[in-house]
Nanobody
């Protein structure tokens, strides 16, 4: 009932920047926590950054000071501003909404997007 669609990925040189977006759509729902994960080839999926509906954020140590997570609740959209990109940031970045409340079914559901590829060249 809820779809998450990421956009903004691409190829960038080391030191460059990208801004990812995750748009949520569907029937009546309330987003609470939203987060960005990433998964590089041969590695486990890891949490990059998370955003609570009240404004609290947290980041992986590897991206602190370089990435900024934000959201526009009126647009049901999550963002990830990525600056000073490094080759080790190369991964598929996936949007997650782990505690979305669906009014129609009166339940909490976790949703995942399909991901967007970020490739950082040296």
């Amino acid at each position: 009932q809820v779809q998450l669609v990421e956009s903004g990925g691409g190829l960038v040189q080391a030191g460059g920047s990208l801004r990812l977006s995750c748009a949520a759509s569907g029937s009546s729902f309330i987003l609470h926590t939203m987060a960005w994960y990433r998964q590089a080839p041969g590695k486990q999926r890891e949490l990059v950054a998370a955003s609570q509906s009240g404004g609290t954020t947290n980041y992986a140590d590897s991206v602190k000071g370089r990435f900024t997570i934000s959201r526009d609740n009126a647009k049901n959209t999550l963002y990830l501003q990525m600056n000073s990109l490094k080759p080790e940031d190369t991964a598929v970045y996936i949007c997650n909404a782990p505690d979305t409340f669906e009014r129609g079914s009166n339940r909490y559901v976790s949703y995942w997007g399909q991901g967007t590829q970020v490739t950082v060249s040296s």
